[in-house]
C-alpha cells in the first residue's frame, strides 16, 4: 500500500489566513491525488481531483497543486465554513489511500 | 444529481457477518462506466477504503479486508451491498457508500464525487 503523509495533523487559523496543507506520497504517484473535505459528522466531500482540478462548486479560493511525492491544498483566504478536516487520497493504485488528516481549527 | 443512501443494522454481533445496502437514486447503477465503493471511518480516525465493484460487476478488494469483504450489486433494485465477514469490535465505523470516478470535462478521474451520509456500525454483543 502506498502510505499518504500528511502535515500538519492540524493547525489553528484564522478568518482571512491563507493556509496550506501537504501531502506526501510514500512513492511517485504521478498526479493521482484527491483532496477531500469533511465537516463534523458530515461525509467527505472532494474538493481537488487529479491534484489541481477543482469540482464543480467549489469555491475558487481552493487549490491544490504538486505531481510525484508531494502535494499541497492551499485555501487562499479561510473562510468560516471552511473549518473542517481536509484529508489527502492518493488514486493511483488499489487500494486506495488516505492521508491521516489535517484539522483546520479556529484560532 | 446522484443520491446514495446506506442502510443496515446499526449493532452486530462479533463473529457475525455486517451487511449493508447502497441504494443510488437520480441515476441507474448501470448507467456510465462507474464504480461504487465503500470506504469507513472508525469515531475520530481517518478513512479506510474497503473496496469497489464496477458497472459491469468486477471487484477490488483492501487486501487487508479481502479475506472478509464480499461486494454485490443488484441492478434490480439499483443498490450495491457490502458483506463483512467474523466482525470483531475493530470494525465498529461509519460505513459510506460513493460513486466513482469523477468525470469532468470529457475525461474521467479516480476519485469518489457522491458520498452517502454514512450509517453506524458497532460491533458488540
Not at chain 1, 7 to 24: E, H
Not at chain 1, 34 to 55: E, R
Not at chain 2, 4 to 11: A, D, I, R, V
Request: glycine share 10%; net charge positive.
Amino acid at each position: 500500500d502506498i502510505q499518504m503523509t500528511q502535515s500538519p495533523s492540524s493547525l489553528s487559523a484564522s478568518v482571512g489566513d491563507r493556509v496550506t496543507i501537504t501531502c506526501r506520497a510514500g512513492q511517485s504517484i504521478s498526479s493521482y491525488l484527491n483532496w477531500y473535505q469533511q465537516k463534523s459528522g458530515k461525509a467527505p466531500k472532494l474538493l481537488i481531483y487529479a491534484a489541481s482540478g477543482l469540482q464543480s462548486g467549489v469555491p475558487s479560493r481552493f487549490s491544490g497543486s504538486g505531481s510525484g511525492t508531494d502535494f499541497t491544498l492551499t485555501i487562499s483566504s479561510l473562510q468560516p465554513e471552511d473549518f473542517a478536516t481536509y484529508y489527502c487520497q492518493q488514486s493511483y493504485s488499489t487500494p486506495p489511500t488516505f492521508g491521516q488528516g489535517t484539522k483546520v481549527e479556529i484560532k | 444529481q446522484v443520491q446514495l443512501q446506506e442502510s443496515g443494522p446499526g449493532l452486530v454481533k462479533p463473529s457475525q457477518t455486517l451487511s449493508l445496502t447502497c441504494t443510488v437514486s437520480g441515476g441507474s447503477i448501470r448507467s456510465g462506466s462507474y464504480y461504487w465503493s465503500w470506504i469507513r471511518q472508525p469515531a475520530g480516525k481517518g478513512l479506510e477504503w474497503i473496496g469497489r465493484i464496477y458497472t459491469g460487476g468486477s471487484t477490488n478488494y483492501n487486501p487487508s479486508l479481502k479475506s472478509r469483504v464480499t461486494i454485490s450489486v443488484d441492478t434490480s433494485k439499483n443498490q450495491f451491498s457490502l458483506k463483512l465477514s467474523s466482525v470483531t469490535a475493530a470494525d465498529t465505523a461509519i460505513y459510506y457508500c460513493a460513486r466513482g470516478p469523477h468525470c469532468s470535462g470529457g475525461s474521467c478521474y479516480p476519485a469518489s464525487d457522491s458520498w452517502g451520509q454514512g450509517t453506524l456500525v458497532t460491533v458488540s454483543s
